[in-house]
């Protein structure tokens, strides 16, 4: 259920309670073995991808049948087609930028809210239930005076 084709077959029409589900689940890791092989004149340059990479980018989940990284916040909120959600990023020659660059990203970070939000009570419910309470409180004084 969580895992990227998974969220993508859904084509971001979740309910609530399926994303919940998502979000206690996390984000799948698998072991990726993306590999980049950049070759100039004097030598040939071989990156991969480490798996580590998951525990520095926390939002981060990778999908085996592409063989590519994606943003797990981003495919359960985001309505934006980025490479992040739609095909996988797979250029480790730029990773590091690109990471920083999305993570910094305005729908990112809403996306990212939102899941931290996922199944907490809203502020606003809180304050009116508040409110609700000091207003009964009051009726109640009155009533004694």
Request: net charge positive; hydrophobic share 40%.
């Amino acid at each position: 259920m969580n895992s990227v084709q998974a969220i993508m077959r859904s084509h971001k029409i979740l309910t609530f309670q399926e994303k919940l589900a998502i979000k206690a689940l996390g984000p799948d890791r698998p072991n990726l073995v993306i590999e980049k092989v950049t070759k100039t004149e004097k030598r040939e340059y071989s990156r991969k991808v480490n798996n580590d990479i998951y525990n520095k980018y926390k939002w981060l989940c990778g999908c085996d049948v592409k063989n590519a990284l994606f943003c797990f916040p981003c495919l359960i909120f985001s309505f934006d087609v980025t490479v992040w959600t739609s095909t996988g990023f797979t250029d480790l020659a730029h990773l590091s930028e690109k990471l920083k660059k999305h993570e910094n990203s305005h729908s990112h970070k809403n996306a990212n809210i939102e899941l931290s939000m996922l199944g907490r009570v809203n502020i606003s419910t809180q304050l009116a239930i508040g409110i609700f309470i000091q207003i009964n409180r009051i009726i109640e004084f009155r009533h004694k005076l």
